[in-house]
């Protein structure tokens, strides 16, 4: 409950801040919009294929709205907006147990631990390193460019 309110109502009043100040907007969503992908990598044309009620679905669920929040905010009320979908990012500084794939590799790889592989071990993903993240975030909001 506090994930679906926090990010549907702070994407909500946030948006009605950058709308009263006439500022730009981007909003940082995530690969998980797209939900347990058909695809990959997947374009941006993919609708996903996504559980409303699964385990993450309020995570996944507050993004989507989020988006949609965003995109009706750019459309209805001029409001200048961008959405950025970030998909697992890595860098230094990451927490070995923050339960995320690439630390938890590097961890369990230097403490000399097997490497945890769940499900057939055919799964991929996509990484993009912190810094060409922040690059792609920046790049956004300097675009004027709205969509993901």
Known sequence: METLRA?????????RLAQEKSARFIMASTSEVYGDPLQ????????????PIGQRAAYDETKRFSEALTVTFGKQF???????????????????????????FIH????GEPITVNGSGRQTR?????DDTVRGVLAMALSGCPAP
């Open 7 to 15: 990010a549907g109502f702070g994407t909500y009043n946030a948006l």
């Open 40 to 51: 990959h990598p997947q374009r941006e044309e993919h609708w996903g294929n996504v559980n």
């Open 78 to 104: 001029g409001v200048d907006v961008g959405i950025v979908r970030i998909f697992n990012t890595y860098g230094s500084g990451r927490r070995s147990n923050d339960g995320r794939a690439v630390p938890n």
């Open 108 to 111: 369990q790889a230097m403490s």
């Open 126 to 130: 996509s990484l993009c390193y912190v």
